[in-house]
């Protein structure tokens, strides 16, 4: 039983909804381009180029790219790394489109490069879900499955459930391809009962799209049929054009499977008429309707389909639908009576299927090599603590022998001295391995100590910079559209310029779009990751101080050279936090933050000359401020020292040793 199985349109949804924008695409697109000649080459013009290569790719995948390869090329001059990763991300997909899978995979390895290195599980369930899809059109299903699991990993780690759902599916579809039925079965028929309830049509037409082929895949085709008269009503409404053409290819092998062959050409076309991958879908109905002209014995209409699906197939690299297209090709020839012809495709398919079969191997046995790695560390611990239990057994039973004896006749006391002190010798080394042996068990828990707080810090970023992202992009984009809509407006109606309500509801619609700003800013700003700690904290300062309850100022000596972006923001938190404790307890009026750094050595001191506090007995919420402060502090393996005296002031002061100071560019 062949697989068409539509994982790829799921793909669609990790690109911007753009259904959005099908009702004015022309005017949006014309709208965008005059934005591009009036917007600075910073930041703001390279969500331009995504925005434009996202709503572009849905009709013009060459225009797209284009679009969007000049954001990536803004992005590395103006070097914004957050810019780098999403232009390269989508560019994997739009290769896959233009059917360059080199470029694709070139530019999935810089997205997957980014995303590490800023941290974002976002970008990488993202990257995951594209190379498990890459993979998928290679025809190679453990790679595929591999990274359409991770993919699910990470967006159920930031509670995305869409998109968790979305890489669920495509893991479905990679575990029909491999003939896993019966799980592919199971997992649909649960995802679809957590579909129901969400009123999720799109989704629950991928998984009953899934259900039907699994089931045809075991040969339940009355089962297959339930599932084909719940999905056709959602098909014949939906605007994915990618679900509806495998949706009715599948739905043809039904009514083939029936031998109702009217009803299987008539589902074929449909197919190829909604077919938006014009070479790999046509390739795939092109071969489905080959078959079933053969068997209605129509020659020149089956081959007329095999010939152009053989052609298709072989300019997209879609291996499985070639050597199967070989296959159906060997039977057409042996029914005409050409020998030659039909053992050359039957030829031609048995070395495509061994070449296969050999491949498919190959990528289980690397699969299971990466399973077996991520097991070995646990492993390790738990062969030191057998070992270290061995040990003591062997420990036990030499006292027990020296208990034994000490009860010996006395004409052996001379030799029993030297076996004891023997024995002794061996004990003491014994006893030496045996606290070798724990001392490296504690070593690996410290680590996997250090590992879970890192994960805890690291997800409290990355939940910061996907809300600050969602207020800028989301909410913040919105604002911009409704104030463009309202100067629009003031235009077109000049009474309205004279409107005091108009005129205070546009004042109050732009003070919320300054107040989002604000907020993203301060959850993950800009300038941190652009130009670094020190100017960050200045800004910050900056913010204190125009407020005029606390002024505050910035000193930084020997800090010329960027150091971790990790690093970077993990002190601005602890900055933060700082900071913050003066405006809310020390009731200071200065405060100064000072920043020394001589080579690998780092000095932060915070000083303010409010009122005071005791350290020992500080109350409930300074209390707790200091032990994140003191927690985040030990995380960067530095030094806390805090000397505080009533009616003086406090003064905070952390020192740091880093083996490496400079971060990593692209």
């Not at 799980?183 to 999720?200: C, F, G, H, N, T």
């Amino acid at each position: 039983m062949r697989q068409k199985i539509p994982f790829i349109w799921c793909l669609l949804f990790f690109l911007l909804p753009r259904a959005l924008y099908a009702q004015d695409t022309e005017h949006l697109v014309d709208s965008m381009e005059k934005r591009l000649l009036v917007t600075k080459e910073d930041t703001s013009k390279v969500l331009i180029y995504i925005e434009l290569g996202n709503l572009v790719s849905y009709y013009d995948a060459a225009t797209a790219a284009r679009y969007v390869n000049e954001g990536l090329d803004l992005s590395r001059k103006i070097k914004y790394l957050n810019g780098i990763g999403r232009c390269s991300y989508l560019l994997g997909f739009i290769y896959q489109d233009l059917n360059d899978y080199k470029k694709s995979l070139q530019m999935l390895e810089l997205a997957e490069q980014v995303a590490q290195q800023l941290q974002q599980p976002e970008l990488m369930g993202k990257v995951h879900n594209a190379r498990g899809s890459w993979y998928f059109l290679q025809s190679d299903m453990y790679n595929a499955a591999y990274h359409f699991s991770k993919a699910t990993e990470q967006f159920q780690l930031i509670g995305d459930t869409l998109r968790e759902i979305a890489a669920y599916q495509n893991l479905i579809a990679a575990l029909g391809e491999v003939k896993s039925y019966e799980r592919a079965v199971r997992l649909s028929e649960q995802l679809l009962e957590i579909l129901s309830p969400l009123k999720d049509t799109l989704q629950m037409g991928y998984a009953l799209n899934h259900l039907v082929v699994n089931y045809m895949g075991l040969r339940k085709i009355e089962d297959a049929g339930k599932y084909v008269r719940r999905l056709l009503p959602i098909i014949q409404k939906t605007r994915d054009f990618g679900l509806a053409s495998d949706s009715y290819d599948v739905i043809g092998d039904y009514f083939l499977s029936r031998n109702l062959l009217d009803s299987a050409i008539l589902y074929y076309k449909m197919a190829m008429d909604k077919s938006l991958r014009k070479d790999h879908q046509a390739a795939q109905s092109h071969l489905s309707l080959g078959i079933a002209y053969l068997k209605m014995k129509d020659f020149d209409q089956s081959f007329q389909h095999l010939s152009a699906a053989l052609e298709l197939s072989g300019h997209t690299n879609t291996r499985d639908v070639y050597y199967r297209t070989c296959q159906v090709l060997s039977e057409y020839y042996e029914q005409k009576g050409d020998i030659k012809n039909a053992h050359f495709y039957l030829s031609e398919y048995v070395k495509l299927n061994d070449s296969i079969l050999v491949a498919e191997t190959r990528q289980y046995a690397s699969y299971l090599e990466v399973v077996y790695e991520s097991q070995k560390k646990e492993k390790a611990i738990t062969d030191l603590k057998l070992q270290n239990s061995v040990n003591e057994l062997g420990l036990v039973k030499r006292n027990r022998i020296m208990q034994v004896g000490g009860v010996a006749s006395g004409s052996v006391l001379i030799l029993l001295g030297l076996l004891y002190r023997n024995s002794r010798n061996k004990s003491i080394i014994a006893e030496k391995d045996r606290l070798l042996q724990e001392e490296q068990i504690r070593i690996l828990e410290r680590q996997q100590q250090v590992l879970s707080l890192q994960s805890m810090v690291d997800g409290q970023e990355a939940e910061r910079t996907r809300i600050a992202k969602d207020l800028h992009d989301g909410l913040g984009g919105l604002f911009s559209t409704v104030k463009m809509h309202f100067s629009s407006l003031q235009h077109e109606q000049q009474a309205l310029q004279q409107d005091p309500l108009f005129l205070k509801s546009y004042e109050l619609i732009h003070t919320a779009s300054e107040e989002v700003r604000r907020i993203a800013h301060n959850m993950m700003p800009e300038v941190l990751i652009r130009l670094g700690l020190v100017q960050a904290t200045r800004d910050l300062c900056n913010s204190i101080s125009a407020g005029k309850k606390v002024k505050v100022s910035v000193q930084d000596y020997g800090m010329d050279q960027r150091m971790e972006v990790a690093r970077e923001i993990m002190l601005f938190r602890i900055l933060q936090e700082l900071l913050n404790n003066i405006i809310k307890h020390a009731q200071a009026s200065e405060a100064i933050v000072q920043f020394n750094r001589d080579g690998q050595h780092l000095s932060i001191t915070v000083e303010d000359n409010g009122r005071g506090f005791n350290v020992e007995k500080s109350g409930t919420g300074v209390h707790a401020g200091l032990a994140s402060i003191s927690s985040r502090v030990q995380y960067l393996n530095g030094k806390l020292s805090i000397d505080s005296r009533n009616g003086i002031g406090t003064t905070v002061m952390m020192d740091f040793l880093f083996n490496d100071v400079n971060s990593a560019t692209i």
